[in-house]
């Protein structure tokens, strides 16, 4: 009896594509390299996680030091809740949390950002509070609070039935940039791309 056929060989490489929950990946928005007159680049800054999901936080680019800016996100864990804060001064190289990869999202208007505040003429300052209309239109999203439940609070056929939505940064991020698009600030682009990624 002869053997039956091998299995095809793999698709190239090429045919493959990135892929994430069998969907292909966006290309990340169209940013040209250049500012428009008097504006910001916004960034999407991405930390590995590993073996969690990855941080990702905004960050506000100067326009005299590519790695100086501010850097804006949701800090804490979904076990314990996060809290909204913004890095003044913050330089990308001289810091021990350094991003794994940073996706330029979209030029924004300058009218939205306060510069003397952003850099200030000191060192990094941290604030809990927005003070420029770009921070003010991300603050209107709520940062999660605490999400991971232990298996003790919930019990018996509650446990069986409930589905647990844990909310973290990249949902505060994703809840921001739809924000930023009702404001006018940011295009449905970059909206759908960061919704099309979250891990």
Wanted: charged share 20%; proline share 12%.
């Amino acid at each position: 009896m002869p053997l039956p056929p091998p299995p095809p060989p793999p698709p190239p490489p090429s045919a493959i594509g990135l892929r994430t929950n069998n969907t292909t990946i966006p290309h990340p928005p169209s940013v040209p390299p250049h500012s428009p007159p008097n504006s910001f680049r916004v960034s999407l800054l991405i930390y590995n996680g590993h073996p969690f999901n990855d941080h990702w936080a905004y960050f506000v680019q100067s326009h005299a030091n590519p790695d100086l800016g501010v850097k804006i996100h949701a800090t804490g864990s979904v076990s314990t809740g996060f809290l909204f804060e913004v890095k003044r001064n913050h330089n990308l190289r001289d810091t021990e949390d350094v991003p794994t990869k940073s996706i330029p999202l979209h030029w924004v208007d300058g009218i939205l950002f306060n510069e003397t505040d952003m850099l200030g003429d000191g060192g990094e300052r941290i604030d809990h509070e927005p003070t420029c209309g770009f921070e003010r239109s991300v603050y209107k999203a709520k940062v999660p609070g605490k999400s991971l439940m232990s298996v003790s609070a919930i019990s018996g056929e509650e446990a069986g039935r409930r589905k647990i939505v844990q909310r973290d940064c990249q949902t505060w991020i994703v809840e921001s940039a739809d924000q930023l698009v009702v404001d006018g600030i940011f295009v449905n682009d970059v909206a759908d791309y960061l919704r099309a990624i979250q891990q």
